[in-house]
Structures are given as structure tokens and as C-alpha cells.
């Protein structure tokens, strides 16, 4: 299913972060449900411990302050799949 053309940069922060608990609490109304996928991401997420989701957060926040300083996904991947085969 194609995603909504949204303009995310158009939004507060406040607004954006309104929408991130929405979906977030979208997978946990699936999971309740009993959807699998919600169920193993919510599974995944809440086995991280403290430091990691801060270090998480604050990795968030720099490549929001500093777009430059990000690589793609695509880029990382096929980094990691070069040096970890």
C-alpha cells in the first residue's frame, strides 16, 4: 500500500511528534489484535535497554539537525553486506 504524499518538514516538531504516537500506538492496537508483524516489532523494541534507545534518540536528533551527516540506508547496507557478507 503506497504511503500518503505527506510534507513532513511542513509540520512542528510538536506535530510530528503527535504523529509518531499515533503510529506507534496504531502497532499496538495491531498487536493487541493479534497481527504477528506488530507483535515482533513491539517485541524488538521494548528488549532495548535505556542507553541504547537514548543513543537512539540522540542519533534522531543530530541527523535532524544535520541532514549532511547522514548516509542512506542503502549506502549502509550495502557497506555492511561488503565487509559482514
Do not use: C, F
Not at 38 to 46: E, F, G, I, P
Amino acid at each position: 500500500m503506497p504511503l500518503p504524499n505527506l510534507d513532513l518538514a511542513s509540520l512542528s516538531v510538536e506535530e510530528r511528534l503527535r504523529l509518531i504516537e499515533q503510529v506507534w500506538a496504531s502497532i499496538e492496537q495491531s498487536a493487541t489484535n493479534g497481527d504477528p508483524e506488530a507483535m515482533q516489532v513491539l517485541s524488538t523494541w521494548s528488549s532495548l535497554d535505556g542507553v541504547t534507545l537514548a543513543e537512539l534518540e540522540h542519533e534522531a536528533d543530530e541527523a535532524e539537525r544535520d541532514p549532511a551527516s547522514t548516509i542512506r540506508w542503502e549506502t549502509l547496507l550495502a557497506e555492511l553486506k561488503q565487509k559482514y557478507g
